[in-house]
């Protein structure tokens, strides 16, 4: 055991595009009743809570402030960035005023990776005309370098798939391909969505606001050295909550090349009630113990040779209430196409909410 990676994986927590208007509407109950579960649940075992962008349905400082509100509640760190609602008036001056974030873009190391906040809306005319603008571009292409040159993986904060960026589209996938970005963390279809393209993970979340598959809730994702995960819960599932954050899935696995077996476990509990144990199985095989280590993370040492094979694991809290979480391993590795857009989706994923529907305002849903 004592060789195990110690290492903290970089975590947050995602919220769905909030679009709030009125006090006491549903969204707004929804998102201080998710403040209020991560407040009892979550405490500082992720690193921040993320706001993908149309937070302010029309982007006016009285719903602004309804989302500060929310977020003074929140005693956990958050970074916000914002999407076309919110530069409804053709300005962003409210939502800096009304958030007080960092003027954009901007980057920030947490755990080892470099995160990198964006702006896809004021450079553009308004609505979806997302674009970055030639000094953010060029800023970005700079601080990917940079995270290439040092070894650090990078994820990207911003608000749509870099395929809806018009005219920039191919030179910013282009650009992330060839770039350390393992995952680009967007709002704006309004439904849960994972794209891979081989290099890079694109994931979206469900809307809190404006929601027209599945219930409301909130994502869990990870980068745990370059392993990408992801996880959504229903505001309504009970606790605890766990999501394994290696090996990868299948889905999500980014080795382009054949791998090497599988030698590590690591996983991630959260809970109201403390998470007291963790077990895993391969396939249908006996339950094995997982060692405990510090911010809820649980590991265990496996050799798993190539090929598929099935990983489940379980967590107990103090009170005995469970949770699994069950991935599939390709211990030979995989290889995609690049795109930057949802033509590389990887489908359905029930156990994960996502149900492949695009019902959502740039696909098939209602144009909101």
């Keep these: 055991m004592s060789n195990l990676r110690e290492e903290i994986p970089l975590r947050f927590v995602q919220m769905g595009d909030l679009h709030l208007t009125e006090q006491r509407l549903q969204n707004h109950q929804d998102f201080i009743r998710i403040v209020r579960e991560l407040n009892r649940s979550v405490a500082g075992d992720v690193d921040f809570v993320y706001l993908p962008g ?7 400082d009285d719903q602004f402030g309804l989302v500060r509100g929310g977020l003074d509640e929140l005693r956990l760190p958050w970074r916000a960035i914002p999407g076309d609602h919110d530069f409804k008036p053709r300005s962003l001056d ?42 953010q571009f060029d800023w970005l292409k700079d601080r990917l370098a940079e995270a290439q040159r040092d070894g650090k993986a990078c994820v990207v904060f911003m608000h749509a798939y870099p395929a809806d960026l018009g005219e920039e589209a191919e030179r910013l996938s282009q650009l992330l ?30 809307s809190t606001g404006q929601i027209e598959e599945g219930p409301v809730g909130f994502s869990f994702a990870a980068l745990d050295g370059d392993v ?11 606790w605890p909550f766990v999501m394994i954050t290696s090996p990868a899935d299948r889905r999500l696995d980014l080795r382009e090349a054949e791998a090497a077996p599988t030698r590590l476990i690591r996983a991630c509990a959260w809970g109201a009630a403390t998470v007291t144990s963790g077990a895993f199985r391969v396939d249908d095989g006996p339950w094995s113990p997982m060692s405990p280590g510090d911010r809820g993370i649980f590991t265990a040492p496996i050799l798993a040779g190539r090929g598929m094979f099935r990983l489940e694991v379980r967590v107990t809290d103090e009170n005995g209430a469970t949770d699994s979480d069950v991935i599939e391993c390709d211990a030979s590795g995989v290889g995609r196409s690049s795109t930057g857009s949802d033509a590389g989706s990887i489908g359905a994923w029930p156990e994960r909410h996502l149900f492949a529907t695009q019902l959502g305002p740039n696909r098939n849903g209602r144009k909101w």
């Design 228 to 238: 990408v995960s992801w996880r959504f819960k229903p505001l309504d599932s009970p």
């Design 177 to 206: 391909d060839l770039s350390c970005a393992r995952l680009v963390a967007m709002g704006h279809t309004h439904y849960n969505e994972i794209a891979h393209d081989g290099r890079t993970i694109y994931a979206a979340t469900r």
């Design 54 to 60: 149309d937070n302010a349905d029309d982007g006016t």
């Design 94 to 135: 409210s939502f800096y005023r009304g958030l007080g974030v960092p003027q954009l873009p901007f980057a920030e190391e947490i755990r080892g990776h470099l995160c990198l906040f964006l702006d896809v809306v004021s450079q553009g005319a308004g609505g979806p005309d997302f674009r970055l603008g030639a000094e």
